[in-house]
């Protein structure tokens, strides 16, 4: 495994459809994912973080910028090269018709043994070799899961996706996943995008959080700072929906509850200026004077987090009564 | 494979096995006597004991011409259905074999293809290609083709875009092994069936290019020129085409039937059910008139379909205006519980109780019309989908009046009045426009809300939610939640609330009751849920769903084991196999919730075991 294995997007841009009617679900990103370490990204459905995946294996096709490895970038077309993804749907990532073996064994590289290759892989996710013969049928979600992982293994990538690949498992078995992926990151020392919306199981698997809205970044730092100290409004957003023990949630009064009630962005129709404008809790429908988010995209570079957000700042003190972590 | 025990399965597999065994053993059995030299003794004679279907214009026999026939007849059936099955597959598969740019142009093609009537197809093909057997083998074998290019299209359209060709695709497996491997696999079964079906239609045209002299040309002959011949003398001797004709009949009817018993034996893959007779309900408990504050009483419900009982004995009442939460994993029986408090289980389920009452009505024996007014009018339901709870065809405006008018005998226009005013109480921005709309236009979060807005059209006295926010971003869970918090809060109806997640239970319930494999194992105020739930289970669950304070330099804690699988619950507790604390006696009998606990170790002093435990 080289020692170096950095993923960069490097102003990445995904469309669909026509010119007309299309949609950018990944508008102009620019994130890294250094040498093994684990970037969370998180975001709402619709936000372009699953279609951000997709384009880093080929999947989705780049309308503008590239995607590097350690520099050189990766191949426009999906195949065995050093980034490999799990999905979401253990239920739909595995052929029904292929025994576990065969599927893990078609990703490996051709030559050598087989048989001890997919004994090693099903090792390493912590299954008994014996469930090379058997079929996904026959497994539970946890293990198809692990499978899955073992396959993404099996082409001995540097970088690892996940997308969302514990949101459909039951509670109960989504901790073993967790661990099992954090364990294996670690020991092979692998570079990791984790996809997620849930951010507790984010910030428990990353080191770096980036967050995503309509099809832009809009943060991104070290985990720990992102949630101790949120510099865009949006991630202070999600902060505060995510369900915490106790926290009985309280009806919202006045304008608040009217962008409150603010339905998320639609990808096919991003407002100008700011994305985040017709719902941000600071921005030109709650506070006098801040037109310049109706009309000015902000940029992140210089600030803190690159947070993109033209009063972040003013933000983070306006807020610090509401919401604590 | 056809289900041979199926009447339809023996017929169509003793009609093919004899076409077979005809089309083998006939030329060499009798082509010497169906061949033979000109008899011009009997010539055009009629059905006899020597020739029981007579003999044709050179003193042939023709029944025996017809067995031989078969082999030929049957062949250039079966290579003309694999030529046009194989052309179809390639046509069909171009998108994914050849990118989708190119296989758009060849979908294109095959779609104008399919317009063409199959038999002039051949007709012209028959033409070009040269009047013989080759020429109408190509014929029809392309005249199958377009069809079956169109189904193998679809169905390949289906499966590409699963995430598993994703999968190989970026593992590096190449188009056409994708195609071997993962596509034709799964999409194998219709195929076979269609043709099967397509081989039988191949016959009758075959059978109708030879009558036309498009076909086999003699001295060759099959079943189409032999009925071609006899047609001539009809009037005299009837035999000599009844016979052929007969014969194509049986030989296609052999191969469309075989192809219907396959493809009922692929829609059989899920066992019969037998009928099932609704049990006698048990004689009616005197029923506790404990309180008049009681909205919703269960005890002892059991669901069960044939072979599975998912839900088994769980009681619990939710009072007025309380908010109930019912946390547990697939399996667990939760969703069942709340279909069958709304009366919604479906045959063959069967829903049993010793009390299932609801505002004082005993629901155990299926509602009465006035039970489902009170049904429509107090209960409102939301489920987790709501794009599949709303039907796409009509406005959401027309589908909340129309209970409302049949409930509540409301005119059309107030009923919808009424509707805009309950979109307008959910927060729907813009209900007079949303109204006019359809569900499709609406976002998630929308549709939820117009789904309890919904539910708000009566006065509801139980809101039951099933997974209301489950599909739902955390920014929109967090207003759905508020906004059944509020509704409960202006409308006093009782909240039951369902979800796999226990965090977002305990933000909005004030009781949760913990759900393992189809019984109530634990009912815990939510205040005391961190500190006082005592079931091992409800202690797993907490400590293993990481929250925004959880220690990231340890490993989460686990619950070793799958989840139960409701049909195949062991004897005892169910959770023992899980169960860190599990003995003898949680193996042999299942505990009773007593105290709000339903566990043989409730009292233990040990602490809950560490991470991996």
């Known amino acids: 495994m080289s020692p170096l294995n950095e993923l960069r997007f490097r102003d990445v841009s995904v469309r669909f459809g026509g010119r007309r009617r299309g949609v950018t679900a990944v508008d102009r990103v620019d994130l890294t994912v250094p040498a093994g370490a684990v970037v969370g990204l998180v975001g709402e459905s619709g936000s372009g973080k699953s279609t951000l995946a997709r384009a880093a294996v080929g999947l989705a096709p780049l309308a503008g910028g590239a995607v590097l490895l350690d520099g050189r970038p990766l191949p426009r077309t999906p195949g065995r090269h050093g980034v490999q993804m799990v999905f979401q749907d253990p239920y739909s990532s595995l052929d029904p018709r292929m025994t576990v073996g065969a599927s893990i064994a078609e990703a490996a590289p051709r030559g050598g043994n087989t048989t001890a290759e997919v004994a090693r892989l099903l090792d390493l996710v912590e299954l008994a070799p014996e469930r090379a013969a058997q079929y996904p049928a026959q497994l539970s979600g946890g293990q198809r899961q692990r499978v899955a992982l073992a396959r993404a293994l099996a082409a001995r990538p540097d970088v690892i996706i996940a997308d969302e690949i514990t949101s459909a498992l039951d509670v109960s078995i989504q901790g073993t996943v967790l661990n099992l992926v954090r364990d294996l990151q670690r020991r092979l020392s692998l570079s990791m995008l984790f996809i997620s919306h849930n951010l507790a199981v984010v910030r428990y698997v990353s080191d770096l959080l980036a967050v995503m809205y309509l099809g832009r970044i809009v943060e991104c730092g070290p985990v720990d700072d992102v949630l101790g100290d949120p510099q865009h409004p949006y991630t202070r957003q999600l902060l505060a929906s995510a369900p915490r023990p106790g926290g009985i949630p309280t009806a919202l009064t006045g304008a608040e509850a009217t962008l409150d009630s603010a339905e998320p962005g639609d990808p096919h129709h991003p407002p100008p200026g700011c994305r985040f404008h017709p719902r941000c809790p600071v921005g030109p429908l709650v506070l006098p004077g801040r037109d310049d988010c109706r009309d000015t995209e902000p940029d992140g570079a210089q600030r803190r987090h690159q947070a993109a957000c033209h009063y972040a700042a003013h933000a983070s003190e306006q807020h610090n009564t509401r919401s604590t972590p | ?613």
Not at chain 2, 108 to 116: E, G, K, L, R
Not at chain 2, 251 to 260: D, F, V
Not at chain 2, 340 to 365: M, T
Not at chain 2, 415 to 439: G, I, S
């Open chain 2, 1 to 613: 494979m056809p289900r041979l025990r199926t009447p339809l399965g023996g017929t169509a597999a003793v009609l093919l096995v004899a076409v077979l065994a005809t089309a083998v053993l006939a030329p060499p059995l009798w082509g010497e006597k169906a061949a033979a030299a000109a008899d011009t003794a009997n010539i055009l004679q009629g059905a006899s004991a020597a020739h029981w279907a007579g003999t044709d214009g050179l003193g042939r026999d023709i029944f025996f011409r017809v067995l031989v026939a078969t082999r030929l007849s049957v062949l250039l059936a079966l290579l003309a259905t694999g030529l046009g099955v194989l052309t179809g597959l390639l046509l069909g598969a171009a998108p994914l074999l050849v990118g989708a740019r190119v296989g758009r142009l060849v979908t294109a093609a095959v779609n104008i293809a399919v317009a063409f009537p199959g038999l002039l197809l051949a007709l012209s093909f028959a033409v070009v290609f040269g009047v013989g057997g080759t020429g109408a083998v190509l014929a029809i074998g392309f005249a199958i083709a377009p069809a079956f290019a169109r189904l193998t299209g679809t169905l390949v359209a289906t499966v590409a875009e699963r995430d598993y060709i994703a999968a190989a695709r970026i593992a590096g497996v190449g188009r056409l092994r994708i195609l071997v491997r993962h596509v034709l696999p799964n999409i194998g079964e219709p195929l076979v069936v269609n043709a099967t079906v397509a081989a039988g239609g191949s016959l009758l045209a075959f059978a109708g290019l030879s009558y036309l002299g498009l076909g086999v040309q003699a001295p060759a002959y099959d079943w189409g020129r032999l009925l071609g011949e006899g047609l001539n003398s009809l009037y005299m001797h009837p035999l000599a085409a009844l016979v052929p004709g007969g014969a194509v009949v049986l030989a296609g009817l052999a191969l469309n039937l075989t192809g219907e018993a396959v493809a009922r034996g692929i829609g059989q893959t899920t066992p019969l059910f037998t009928a099932v007779r609704r049990r006698r309900p048990e004689a009616p408990l005197p029923s506790n008139q404990d309180s008049a504050d009681v909205v919703l009483a269960v005890e002892g419900l059991h669901v069960s379909f044939p072979g599975v009982t998912p839900v088994r004995g769980v009681s619990f009442t939710v009072r007025r205006g309380e908010a109930v939460g019912v946390v547990g994993e697939s399996g667990s029986g939760k969703s069942l519980t709340a279909l069958a408090i709304a009366q919604l289980i479906e045959e063959p389920g069967q829903v049993r109780a010793e009390r299932l009452e609801f505002a004082g009505e005993d629901l155990r024996h299926g509602p009465s019309r006035a039970q489902r007014r009170l049904l429509g009018t107090s209960l409102a339901m939301v489920f987790q989908d709501p794009m599949t709870s709303f039907n796409p065809t009509q406005r959401i405006g027309r589908q909340l009046a129309e209970p409302a008018r049949a409930h509540q005998g409301l005119s059309r226009r107030r009923a919808f009045d009424r509707a805009v005013d309950r979109l307008r109480a959910v927060r729907l921005p813009a209900p007079e426009r949303r109204a006019h709309q359809f569900p499709h236009e609406f976002s998630g979060g929308m549709r939820q809300r117009a789904m309890i807005g919904m539910g708000l059209m009566g006065t509801p006295m139980l809101i039951l939610a099933d997974e209301p926010t489950t599909a739902l971003d955390v920014t929109v869970q967090r207003q759905v939640l508020a906004l059944l918090e509020d509704v409960r809060a202006t409308t006093a109806a009782a909240l039951v609330l369902i979800s796999h997640d226990i965090t977002v239970v305990g933000q909005v319930c004030e009781r949760v009751l913990v759900m393992y494999a189809g019984r109530i194992v634990e009912d815990v105020a939510t205040a005391e849920l961190s500190t006082a739930a005592r079931h091992p289970y409800t202690q797993a669950l907490l400590a293993a769903v990481p929250h925004l304070g959880t220690d990231r330099d340890r490993p989460l804690t686990v619950i070793p084991g799958r989840p139960a699988d409701p049909g195949d619950t062991p004897v005892g507790c169910a959770f023992a196999p899980r169960c860190a604390y599990a003995d003898d006696l949680c193996r042999r009998a299942d505990p009773p919730l007593e105290g709000g606990v339903a566990c043989w170790h409730a009292d233990r002093t040990v602490a809950p075991p560490g991470p991996g435990g």
